[in-house]
């Protein structure tokens, strides 16, 4: 899987291989023909309706591959000043960040330590992902 050049029209296809559900159940769901179809398989990029619909129909978060893109390839952001308690806003204070990393993302990272293209250090280095989170993945899927 390829997270950094995403073509999401090979993963629907994938996918409706996989699920055996018919092309006029897709069609009757989509309120389009079956040609829309074969062209939605080809396209790199999506619609995000139309990707929420896909994601309905074959019951799989198909957004998962653009969080995992971000996760691993968007820069790191800027630090903000802080800012004492009292001026922080009910929003800011809703920061929730348990589970953040998919399973693909956690496969990506741990295919990487077990084909040695990247080291431990490299890897905290360049995703900015925790060492312990990072010690962690390993501990439960061993490295080869």
């Known amino acids: 899987m390829n997270l950094k050049n995403i073509h999401i029209g090979t993963h629907i296809k994938q996918k409706v291989r996989e699920s055996d559900i018919s092309m006029q159940r897709i069609c009757n769901f989509l309120a389009c023909e079956e040609e829309d179809i074969s062209d939605m398989f080809l396209q790199k990029s999506i619609d995000t309706n139309i990707l929420l619909r896909w994601c309905k129909l074959l019951e799989y978060d198909f957004f998962r591959f653009y969080t995992g893109h971000l996760i691993l390839y968007s820069p790191p952001a800027a630090q903000k000043p802080k800012v004492r ?50 010690y962690r993945w390993t501990k439960k899927a061993p490295i080869k």
Do not use: G, H, W
């Open 85 to 134: 308690k009292e001026e922080k806003s009910n929003s800011e204070n809703m920061n929730f960040r348990k589970n953040i990393y998919t399973q693909e993302v956690k496969d990506f990272i741990l295919e990487k330590l077990d084909k040695k293209e990247m080291t431990i250090n490299e890897i905290i280095a360049k995703y900015r992902i925790p060492k312990t989170t990072l």
